[in-house]
């Protein structure tokens, strides 16, 4: 009886797993879909799912108005500085709190969230004129340095919360045998959080890939990602759907197959230290 | 080599260096729309006429507002051309944000320009955008439906006649709604609708002392009389319907008559994406009889913000691109039923674009609507379905929510409408006109 129970349970639970991913990535499909009909197909009612006429005409077109790999390459420049300059700065700002906290860490690490919950465009004009000043408008390490910037919470906080979780007698063993500050973070503490410093080296790439308020504001035509290589197919006046379906699956491409491909450490380092 | 070739290869090195030196590289900013893309697809025709090289940054319409906006109030530089609209040029242009352009040179004809184009891209008289194309709004309706309702389109109907005709042109069994119009959030979205209509209706947004009017009559015939017949003709959540979406039931063969954009007509009258081509005909937007009809008028516009190092080749830009050689060349490639409208007197006495079935209507629609003269009573504002004031888009975004909300049955028209009436006289007093 109890056997039964667990396998109805089982097949409940799994079931309810698929559905809730299938869920989330309905979006997705459909946008992959949708890039391979035409406008008048990507409008149809009821809507076509998988029998319509697949046609690679969208891809076509797309490649040929935009130079994709422009934006790429702008995408991965900005997405991977920002990603890696952050790693650098918030390794020993994580290492400082976790293993020397002083009485006011706690308040530090919230009030560094903090800088979170201020929506964007409540200092687009300041940081847009110091832009000018500095000459870092529509230049990508004008954009590493705000989206380095704008991550930096999230990764001191997840630096923060793996650091916590390595024993501190290891590092005290190793300043007992001589070891420097460097020497203790990059041979000892670094190599231990490997696998923490790689989840949040994920996260932080997928999300500085992703972002669209700065990236949009911040570049024109030279140092422009792939979110203003889709928006350069929105339109309110005009039916571009499948065009810019077509858009949008190459702009999440990338980022798609990293993320297939490192699922596993995404999924480790997100659930580190939640179960214990 | 000898002296002379030596001298000849010196000078044309010389040559070339000067020209390269004078040639710029101008980043345009622009709206994605057909015209405007295919404008981007002849930039080489003016690279080799010039030798200015051309790169586009092409965003949606309300990101590139935005984009726009927040580098010409910084003096950002960061683009030499901006495509704009007839809400933005006059209000930058006063504040000195915009190049005037008053030195385009004699072959440009800026006198062919569209008066109601150059008026609504004019502040005190000077042209600070020039049109790429221009647009009004009209009737775009099924010829079979509303010949087997039994009744015949005028050429200038009224709000009631419209009316009559959706109820008769409704087939709820066969999904075919009477009428499909804009109810969406937002001032470029229904905002422009219904403020376009109110015009027709009698009402305005503001008295000549720049108070509210959403307490009047006028403004309540109107919210009620689309209310009432969107709910018993129109498609179902017509409250969060804006162009595209009517665009989408209109070709799929589902709505009676559309009233919007007349750079809709191509759409709808293209058979590869409409399945109603064949059966479009196009009347003149509604009137109650009150002297205004409820048309709008739009341009996306060239501009050039002050202050940019290349001035003489963005104007150099802007007179290839808005002037007749550019119609002609689409023409000749493209055929004329694909040059950009509503820009040039000279496009509509042309003879082979009389031929375009939505030409003349077009040009009937822009010419009814007058940006300085759009409301019955006095207004103090310049625009149709806009008041050319900073504070309107915000303004009217709210308002419009309020109106969304009433449409979609979350509140009455009576509490919309006081809603709006305070939410504007409120922000219309922080703004210091009251």
Request: include cysteine; aromatic fraction near 12%; glycine fraction near 8%.
């Amino acid at each position: 009886m109890a056997r039964a129970t667990t396998k109805t349970r089982k097949a409940v639970v799994t079931i309810a797993a698929w559905m809730i991913g299938l869920t989330i990535f309905f979006p997705i499909l459909w946008t992959i879909l949708t890039s391979f009909k035409t406008e008048g197909q990507a409008i149809n009612d009821p809507p076509l799912f998988f029998f319509f006429d697949w046609t690679l005409e969208n891809y076509a077109i797309v490649q040929e108005r935009s130079n994709y790999m422009r934006f790429l390459w702008n995408s991965i420049i900005i997405a991977g500085g920002s990603t890696v300059l952050g790693i650098i700065i918030a390794v020993p700002a994580a290492w400082s709190m976790a293993f020397v906290p002083s009485k006011r860490t706690k308040d530090i690490l919230l009030w560094m969230l903090s800088t979170k919950m201020l929506p964007a465009v409540g200092v687009l004009y300041p940081i847009y004129l110091m832009f000018i000043k500095l000459g870092l408008l529509d230049t990508r390490i004008g954009l590493v340095i705000v989206l380095m910037l704008i991550n930096m919470p999230i990764i001191v906080w997840m630096l923060y919360t793996y650091f916590r979780e390595i024993p501190a007698e290891i590092l005290e063993a190793a300043r007992m045998d001589g070891a420097s500050l460097r020497s203790e973070i990059l041979y000892v503490l670094t190599p231990m959080a490997i696998p923490g410093i790689a989840s949040t080296l994920l996260l932080n790439f997928i999300l500085a890939w992703n972002e669209a308020f700065w990236t949009l504001n911040l570049t024109a035509a030279k140092a422009a990602p792939l979110t203003a290589f889709i928006a350069s197919y929105s339109s309110p006046e005009g039916l571009f759907f499948a065009k810019l379906s077509a858009a949008s699956t190459m702009a999440i491409a990338p980022i798609l197959i990293l993320g297939w491909f490192s699922q596993k450490q995404l999924v480790r380092g997100l659930t580190f230290g939640a179960v214990k | 080599m000898n002296f002379k070739q030596a001298l000849t290869a010196v000078g044309v090195a010389s040559l070339m260096a000067t020209s390269a030196a004078h040639a710029d590289n101008l980043v345009i900013a622009t709206v994605n729309n057909g015209d405007m893309i295919r404008m981007q697809g002849y930039t080489d025709d003016f690279t080799a006429k010039t030798g200015h090289t051309v790169e586009w940054v092409t965003l949606e319409e309300n990101v590139l507002r935005q984009r726009v906006t927040t580098d010409i109030t910084t003096k950002g530089g960061a683009f030499d051309i901006m495509t704009i609209g007839m809400y933005e040029t006059p209000i930058w242009g006063k504040n000195g944000w915009l190049v005037p352009l008053d030195d385009l040179s004699a072959d440009y004809n800026v006198d062919d320009i569209l008066p109601a184009m150059s008026g609504g891209l004019s502040y005190e008289g000077t042209l600070y955008a020039a049109p790429f194309y221009g647009e009004s709004s009209m009737i775009m309706f099924r010829t079979d439906l509303m010949e087997a309702a039994g009744m015949e389109m005028p050429e200038a109907p009224t709000w009631d006649f419209i009316a009559k005709a959706a109820a008769a042109m409704t087939d709820r069994d066969n999904e075919i709604n009477g009428i499909c119009l804009r109810g969406k959030a937002g001032w470029g979205e229904g905002g422009a609708f219904i403020t376009a209509m109110s015009n027709s209706f009698g009402a305005r947004w503001f008295d000549e002392d720049w108070n509210a009017q959403f307490d009047t009559e006028e403004w309540a015939n109107t919210l009620n009389f689309f209310n009432d017949m969107m709910s018993a003709s129109g498609p179902a959540g017509f409250a969060t319907n804006g162009f595209n979406e009517n665009l989408s039931l209109f070709q799929q063969g589902k709505c009676g008559m559309w009233i919007d954009a007349t750079v809709a007509a191509s759409f709808v009258t293209n058979p590869k994406d409409s399945t109603v081509a064949d059966s479009v005909g196009f009347a003149l937007a509604p009137d109650t009889g009150m002297g205004k009809r409820s048309n709008w008028l739009w341009a996306w516009a060239l501009g050039i913000p002050a202050g940019t190092q290349k001035e003489a080749a963005a104007k150099q830009f802007i007179e290839w691109a808005t002037g007749t050689g550019y119609i002609e060349m689409v023409a000749e490639k493209e055929g004329w039923a694909n040059v950009p409208p509503g820009a040039r007197t000279s496009l509509y006495e042309n003879e082979n674009y009389k031929d375009v079935p939505f030409a003349k209507m077009t040009l009937d629609s822009i010419l009814s609507a007058d940006p300085n003269d759009s409301t019955v009573k006095p207004s103090p504002y310049v625009g149709v379905q806009f008041a050319a004031i900073p504070e309107f888009a915000g303004i009217a975004t709210e308002v419009s929510q309020e109106f969304s909300a009433a449409y979609a049955g979350q509140q009455t028209v009576a509490e919309a409408l006081e809603k709006a009436q305070a939410l504007t006289n409120d922000a219309m007093e922080a703004a210091g006109y009251r």
